[in-house]
């Protein structure tokens, strides 16, 4: 079988070049030839691509083999190159092979000729392999240089036998180690922390074992050689073994994962945040029905008590526990974002001074309170008696880390959030600020308790002296609530700083207006009481009755519709709890209005995920448990409303 063959000559002779194309033709070649004399016609000839092989004639006129060497390698070809000549000494030989030829020959000698070509094209096929190899091989370094480069991941070879630690550009920026310090198995060791050593070496000894497989993967903390910075390692890399099944090296790979270490903390934190509001607001609806009932009768009986009775101080007390019980349910929705907030404009100085009287006398005597308030703080919006309910929480917990004294400092200031400055807290995003700062120069805390800050009924103080709840109110006020963010800074000894960020409003202030409540008594209004449970019934209905109104009783939102229904007179105001069997509040309000349009509703909710939902269908709510007071000031007030406002009750704002 004929082989292809493409050949330039640089031949004067043509029958010269006739005895050269006879000779390959009679090796087996089929030879395509183009014959070129001088140094134009060989750069025209250069311009295909195409050619196998070149063979030039040592010396012709005007032109000679040197020259057109040099004109091959001008043009970069990398074609064959086989010099041929009349007479040809070792000399003249040796000097065309330095020019770039590749073979030579004497034209009285052209047995060698076929056996030169077909070796010149095994080794430009070989040359051409090689060269496409060392450009993939570039080429696959370049794509991983620029992995690297972008991934930030870090490279290692550990030879153990001898300590030798070879690491890469940022692998070094990994453990705080600067490019001309000299590193070892030492410094890596040095650099691991404290509580992770163990372990982390312990691993790496186990894949040193041939029998686990040489696989290492690792992830641990380590505290940089040279900037102390803490951060989060991960090490995944590969045991290579000799023949005695000894680790006589590892080579791997080291990423900075402290980024997604604090994500995977935050989630975690707040799919605990979330199982416990699931479980508060699974029981707030029941709790708070009792609260109710407890604390409504012990205020019915107060009212009826004269101030020297020996009976008004248990029935205070009474009542006392029933509004601590409901505190306590308000932190567990607070955090769990479950408790309905009423945001308002909060000038952040003023509601510092609002505070400053209770702060003293709940902190000990022998703790200093200290305010510095930036007159620039400026305002934000959220729920003023949540944020009031975080500063105490924060106090409590100040005072009880200063038990042999010290000073409380409240601080408020405007911040302004860039993104530089916002790599140095996660927490916050870039933004304008108002900081409410509250110091204290107590304990302080290790980085293990800062671990578990937020989390719910932790707690460090003594059994039956914290719920463990005041922390997990204040990040689901401030985070979950108020759109702010939390930043803690403690060491063991030198006390704790809580900075909360709120985000600022463009103005500086607003007043709230609070309309007073007026008169509560009722003027001759008749009010639909649907609500399932008894007890909550029973006296919603007497304080009612009491006051002058006349009351239509039903157990759920079914019954309430029939009463309407067949009631003779005027419906005024309904009353409904959202949770009810058979038909439910919000139904109940839906069919309602269909039937009686203009009639306000008053919703009565325990916090539930429901009332969130539809929110957008509530005239107004009263939370529960509430008092006699507050039922009959909401209830007033619907009523006045309607008398005045032409809006339809589902379009009414939500009163108080």
């Known amino acids: 079988m004929s082989k292809p063959l493409r050949l330039l000559q640089i031949e004067d002779s043509e029958s010269d070049a006739e005895i050269v194309l006879r000779l390959l033709t009679q090796a087996g070649f089929d030879v395509i030839s183009h014959r070129v004399e001088d140094a134009?016609?060989?750069?025209?000839?250069?311009?295909?691509?195409?050619?196998?092989?070149?063979?030039?004639?040592?010396?012709?006129?005007?032109?000679?083999?040197?020259?057109?060497?040099?004109?091959?390698?001008?043009?970069?070809?990398?074609?064959?190159?086989?010099?041929?000549?009349g007479m040809m000494g070792e000399d003249t030989a040796v000097e065309m092979m330095k020019f770039g030829a590749h073979d030579y020959l004497t034209k009285n000698n052209l047995a060698r000729l076929a056996p030169a070509v077909e070796r010149e094209l095994a080794e430009a096929i070989r040359r051409r392999d090689t060269r496409q190899a060392q450009e993939e091989l570039r080429e696959s370094e370049e794509r991983l240089a620029l992995a690297a480069e972008a991934t930030q991941i870090g490279t290692f070879d550990f030879h153990p036998q001898t300590g030798k630690l070879i690491w890469s550009k940022f692998a070094r920026q990994h453990f705080g180690v600067s490019p001309e310090v000299e590193v070892g198995y030492e410094t890596f060791v040095r650099a691991l922390h404290p509580v992770d050593r163990d372990h982390a070496l312990h691993n790496i000894q186990e894949a040193m074992r041939y029998e686990n497989g040489g696989e290492y993967a690792h992830e641990y903390r380590i505290v940089g050689v040279e900037d102390g910075q803490e951060r989060w390692i991960s090490s995944r890399g590969r045991v290579f073994f000799d023949e005695q099944s000894r680790a006589v090296r590892i080579v791997g790979v080291i990423q900075n994962i402290t980024e997604r270490r604090l994500l995977e903390q935050q989630l975690l934190q707040s799919q605990k945040l979330e199982s416990v509001g699931r479980l508060?607001?699974?029981?707030?609806?029941?709790?708070?029905?009792?609260?109710?009932?407890?604390?409504?009768?012990?205020?019915?009986?107060?009212?009826?008590?004269?101030?020297?009775?020996?009976?008004?101080?248990?029935?205070?007390?009474?009542?006392?526990?029933?509004?601590?019980?409901?505190?306590?349910?308000?932190?567990?929705?607070?955090?769990?974002?479950?408790?309905?907030?009423?945001?308002?404009?909060?000038?952040?100085?003023?509601?510092?001074?609002?505070?400053?009287?209770?702060?003293?006398?709940?902190?000990?005597?022998?703790?200093?309170?200290?305010?510095?308030?930036?007159?620039?703080?400026?305002?934000?919006?959220?729920?003023?008696?949540?944020?009031?309910?975080?500063?105490?929480?924060?106090?409590?917990?100040?005072?009880?880390?200063?038990?042999?004294?010290?000073?409380?400092?409240?601080?408020?200031?405007?911040?302004?959030?860039n993104e530089q400055s916002q790599r140095a807290n996660l927490h916050v995003n870039p933004g304008q600020y108002v900081v409410l700062c509250v110091t204290d120069t107590g304990t302080g805390m290790t980085a293990e308790v800062q671990s578990h800050l937020f989390e719910p009924f932790y707690t460090t103080k003594e059994q039956g002296k914290g719920t463990g709840l005041g922390l997990s109110t204040v990040y689901g006020i401030v985070v979950n609530q108020s759109s702010g963010n939390i930043s803690v800074s403690s060491e063991p000894g030198r006390g704790t700083t809580f900075k909360l960020y709120f985000p600022s409003l463009d103005f500086e202030s607003a007043a709230d207006a609070e309309a007073g409540s007026?008169?509560?008594?009722?003027?001759?209004?008749?009010?639909?009481?649907?609500?399932?449970?008894?007890?909550?019934?029973?006296y919603t209905r007497k304080i009612l009755e009491r006051h002058g109104y006349a009351v239509l009783e039903a157990t759920n939102g079914l019954e309430a519709l029939t009463l309407a229904r067949s009631h003779p007179g005027t419906v005024h105001l309904l009353l409904?709890?959202?949770?009810?069997?058979?038909?439910?509040?919000?139904?109940?309000?839906?069919?309602?209005?269909?039937?009686?349009?203009?009639?306000?509703?008053?919703?009565?909710?325990?916090?539930?995920?429901?009332?969130?939902?539809h929110w957008n269908v509530l005239s107004a709510y009263i939370q529960k448990p509430y008092n006699l007071s507050d039922l009959l000031t909401q209830v007033r007030e619907l009523l006045d409303r309607k008398s005045s406002d032409p809006l339809p009750a589902q379009d009414l704002p939500a009163a108080g």
Request: proline share 6%; glycine share 8%.
């Open 40 to 85: 134009e016609g060989l750069r025209r000839a250069l311009a295909d691509p195409a050619w196998d092989v070149i063979i030039v004639d040592y010396h012709l006129p005007g032109f000679d083999a040197p020259g057109a060497l040099r004109i091959l390698q001008e043009c970069g070809r990398d074609i064959p190159c086989i010099v041929v000549s």
């Open 280 to 417: 508060a607001g699974s029981i707030a609806h029941d709790f708070n029905n009792l609260l109710t009932v407890i604390n409504g009768y012990a205020n019915l009986v107060l009212a009826g008590l004269e101030p020297q009775t020996a009976q008004r101080e248990p029935m205070e007390e009474l009542s006392k526990a029933a509004m601590q019980a409901s505190a306590l349910t308000r932190q567990l929705l607070s955090f769990s974002r479950r408790q309905i907030a009423e945001p308002k404009t909060i000038v952040v100085n003023d509601l510092v001074k609002d505070y400053e009287n209770m702060l003293r006398h709940l902190l000990d005597k022998n703790v200093d309170l200290e305010l510095s308030l930036d007159p620039q703080a400026g305002a934000f919006r959220a729920d003023p008696g949540q944020i009031g309910q975080v500063l105490m929480n924060l106090a409590v917990n100040a005072k009880d880390a200063m038990p042999s004294g010290g000073k409380l400092r409240i601080e408020t200031f405007h911040c302004v959030v």
């Open 518 to 538: 007026g008169r509560i008594s009722a003027r001759g209004e008749t009010i639909l009481l649907a609500e399932d449970e008894p007890g909550v019934r029973k």
């Open 576 to 613: 409904t709890d959202i949770i009810m069997p058979i038909m439910g509040g919000v139904e109940l309000t839906e069919k309602f209005n269909a039937e009686f349009p203009g009639v306000p509703v008053l919703f009565m909710s325990a916090y539930t995920d429901q009332i969130m939902r």
